[in-house]
């Protein structure tokens, strides 16, 4: 097996090089707030179904179902599990920008037809192969990040060329602001391209810390990176990124509130 570290990309094999030193033109240690142990959390939910203690709406302490609704908090970037009951309070009657949180959707599309030239990848100013990026309301600006070992770290990213990519797919700007992200994996000669909701690219963090071994990542989280992105291709609906998105469905154009 390769170095994962390599295959991710030389900003992030830089970063471990140096022991965590910035690089003022690529990224800034910025990692999610996020802690470790909820990180973990989304992971164990994907791994085996919980015997521990029960889990409890961060809301209203209702004891919530296995599979349940999230919210987020932008201003702290922090995922909330919430009971059906509450997650309709965010879906429906709130202005968006009114609220501290925001339900996050569940919808995740394939953009099969999104192809990046190298000149639209380097434009970007990505010097990682695994990155999602989204519309962050509190920073008024597109924030990219990259799922790591030691959690996500924040890039600094080329506006002009987020533009230039929307411009030629314009399903890119119609993303959910703050809860919906597009994950980009060019992973060892991968092209692939999802929006998805911001919880995914949590659990994906969380799963790459989980599975991380020695310096170079080692076959356990190559495994899990392969299984993480055919499970999500399986999952995902196929959407033209160079077409207007489709009508999002009852309550979740109330998804940002």
């Known amino acids: 097996m390769g170095d994962v570290w390599s295959e991710l990309g030389p900003g992030l094999l830089a970063w471990r090089e140096e ?10 240690r910025a990692p999610m707030a996020l802690p470790l142990g909820a990180l973990r959390r989304f992971v164990q939910r994907e791994v085996k179904p919980q ?20 919210l987020f908090a932008p201003e702290r970037r922090q ?3 919430v009971c059906d009951p509450c997650a309709l309070l965010f879906r429906v009657g709130a202005e968006r920008g009114q609220s501290r949180y925001r339900l996050i959707p569940e919808r995740t599309r394939w953009l099969r037809d999104l ?6 990848w380097e434009a970007l100013g990505l010097p990682v192969n695994l990155v999602y990026l989204f519309y962050s309301t509190p920073a ?5 990040f990259y799922p790591g070992p ?16 929307v411009a ?11 809860v919906e992200a597009l994950l980009i994996n060019r992973v060892r000669g991968a092209h692939d391209y999802y929006l998805v909701p911001i919880d995914v690219c949590y659990r994906l963090t969380g799963l790459i810390r989980s599975s991380w071994r ?30 207007a998105a489709p009508d999002l469905g009852e309550g979740e154009n109330d998804a940002g509130s």
């Open 168 to 178: 030629r797919y314009p399903l890119l700007g119609e993303l959910l602001p703050d």
């Open 150 to 165: 030691a959690g996500a770290t924040e890039s600094l990213l080329n506006l002009d060329g987020w533009q230039g990519l």
């Open 214 to 243: 020695g310096l170079s990542g080692g076959p356990e989280v190559e495994q899990a990176l392969r299984t993480f992105f055919g499970e999500l291709q399986a999952r995902a609906e196929v959407v033209t990124a160079g077409r």
């Open 140 to 144: 008024g600006r597109v924030l990219a």
């Open 115 to 120: 192809v990046l030239t190298d000149g639209e």
């Open 19 to 28: 022991a965590g030193g910035e690089s003022e033109q690529q990224m800034s």
């Open 51 to 70: 015997r521990g203690p029960l889990e409890h709406c961060e809301l209203c302490r209702a004891v919530l179902l296995p599979t349940h609704r999230h």
């Open 79 to 81: 995922v909330l599990c």
